[in-house]
């Protein structure tokens, strides 16, 4: 075997070098791709949770005016009802994660993307994964919770009943 010569000893280190830089930029480029997917799954959280209290507030105005006559419906059809069971009589569909009516509940122990309708509040809630860009006066994980509520309106004998916000809360897009 013949011995290394300096020259191949100066190669072997450039290499080594080149390979250093190369893998810094591969970590660098991995971490921003990382945080870009992280954003683009916070923004598709976000947009996917206003799409579904916009079809729950829907629910709710078509079940008022068009099939208040249904028992099913005269049931979650009240100030404290269930809007899930109301978008379940309308449309058939319930939330992606949907875990039911749950009384005694501690969102703590719920898992994150999950809705369900508290009993003990009648309130439907929604625990959030990502809270980037979320702000909300409730203590404890995010959350945004979520109930029917006469309208203040005073123009008919029999208010409306509308789906509203519990605690005003804020999700911004992030850009």
């Known amino acids: 075997m013949k011995p290394k010569t300096p020259r191949h000893h100066k190669r072997w280190t450039l290499r080594l070098f080149e390979w250093g830089v190369l893998s810094c930029v591969v970590l660098i480029l991995m ?9 683009l799954q916070a923004e598709a959280e976000r947009l996917n949770v206003q799409a579904m209290v916009e079809n729950l507030r829907a629910a709710v105005l078509l079940a008022a005016i ?3 006559d249904r028992d099913t419906v005269r049931a979650a059809l009240r100030p404290g009802g269930n809007p899930v069971a109301l978008l379940k009589e309308e449309t058939g ?6 875990l039911g009516e749950l009384d005694e509940t501690d969102p703590a122990q719920v898992a994150p993307g999950s809705w369900y309708f508290d009993l003990d509040e009648q309130t439907l809630v929604y625990r ?4 980037e860009g979320f702000t909300s006066p409730l203590a404890g994980p995010a959350r945004i919770r979520l109930s029917i509520r006469a309208a203040d ?3 008919s004998g029999v208010p409306p009943l509308q789906l509203e916000a519990c605690e005003p809360y804020r999700w911004r897009p992030t850009k």
């Open 128 to 131: 959030l994964r990502s809270t």
């Open 31 to 39: 971490g921003v791709f990382l945080r870009k997917v992280q954003h």
């Open 93 to 98: 569909l319930i939330p992606a994660g949907y």
């Open 66 to 68: 068009l099939h208040q």
């Open 153 to 155: 309106d005073g123009q």
